[in-house]
């Protein structure tokens, strides 16, 4: 097993956001290991597989498809990439039955990836779901504590 620099395994992580970021899931296939791979997505009891995976991120795609990832901070260690996100976008297509609403989001999220040989073989999501459906209308917002005392 060949292990890369933390600096080797965060440009691998980075190109996996650029790829979903530019619709450009062939790029995936260079830098994620599609037979080993498993996906740990906020809601799904069970790891996806790399073509669920694949599926799930190109329905976000559908949703959202000018959606612009910001990495804010990466930490490698090992064979693990932490990377800090900023996902915005506008919420033009249906998202899990949901029907578009037009409106623009901007949620913070995080990815941890294990990167083996070169390629990206697991990862873990974690994101601001609520506030994402909170900001496309599909969840009313939450009042705030001082309207609340009112």
Known sequence: METKSGNENKQIARRVFEAFEKDNFNELDKIVDSTKFKLHFPGKPEALKFDEAIKLNQEYRDAFPDVKITIEKQIAEGDFVLTRLTYSGTNKGSLQGI????????????????IVNGKVVEEWDEFDTLGMMMQIGAIPEMETMNNSKK
């Open 99 to 114: 029907p578009a609403s037009g409106k623009k989001i901007k949620v913070n999220g995080m990815a941890l990836q294990q």
